[in-house]
């Protein structure tokens, strides 16, 4: 199996596979209305990932610490 696979979970039970698009840019297979954009800090760590739909709207999410 493939270990390299990200997926978007809106909910317990479900799962969506993201495509890389290019340039930290996902999609979401089954909905083609929507992208995923993950930013990184200088270090290359993720700490922002910002939902973009196609009607222009977008929903910006930060990365919570983990101790």
């Given at each position: ?21 290019g ?45």
């Open positions: 199996g493939d270990d390299n696979i990200l997926l978007y979970q809106p909910e317990p039970g479900s799962a969506f596979m993201l495509t890389p698009l340039n930290n840019l996902f999609g979401v297979e089954g909905f083609d209305h929507r992208r995923f954009r993950f930013e990184r800090d200088s270090k290359g760590t993720v700490y922002r990932v910002t939902s973009l739909d196609i009607d222009g709207t977008s929903i910006i999410r930060n990365r919570v610490k983990q101790e």
